[in-house]
């Protein structure tokens, strides 16, 4: 079972490489058409904004597998072992809780806006520029899912920087 969310992290990590990718390619676009052809492209702008929000929600899913997350511990880590366990525990709790409302409330979202298309890109439904929030938020809840079942998998050998190297992270 592991293995599958290990393949689901390495999609996370590519599609979030990928947008970041596109995005620098695009937004030199956009600028060179401006400024040095003198006609400005109206398509680089939205691509690019719905390249970040992919990027955002599917590397935010892939940070969290990873251990990688934001996090303030200036008053856990000065609280007795059980108590920020228990901490510990409420985070991934809440972390779910937000997850699945993203995943509601995004996926609404996607639903509402299905009819209407960008005005820079008619071709494209505003949709599908909201569907990496209900998407990115369900691949998070399974990787908390993940974490509240098999424990943390930071330590996975396909989440370690340099795991082709590493003999000493687990490899299951």
Request: hydrophobic residues 55%; charged residues 10%.
């Amino acid at each position: 079972m592991q293995v599958l969310f290990d393949r689901l992290y390495l999609l996370c990590i590519w599609i979030s490489g990928l947008s970041i990718a596109l995005m620098s390619l695009i937004i030199p676009w956009g600028v060179f058409t401006r400024y040095v052809l003198g006609t400005g492209s109206n398509w680089p702008e939205p691509v690019a904004v719905l390249l970040m929000v992919t990027f955002t929600f599917m590397g935010a899913a892939a940070s969290y597998r990873a251990g990688a997350h934001i996090a303030v511990g200036i008053l856990t880590d000065r609280l007795p072992t059980g108590v920020q366990k228990l901490c510990a525990s409420l985070v991934h709790f809440l972390m779910a809780g937000i997850c699945i409302f993203v995943m509601v409330w995004g996926a609404k979202l996607v639903q509402g806006t299905m009819g209407q298309t960008l005005a820079d890109l008619p071709w494209l439904p505003v949709g599908w520029t909201y569907l990496p929030l209900p998407l990115g938020s369900f691949i998070t809840l399974l990787f908390v899912v993940e974490l509240l079942i098999w424990g943390p998998a930071h330590q996975r050998a396909v989440v370690v920087f340099d795991h082709e190297g590493s003999h000493s992270v687990e490899a299951n």
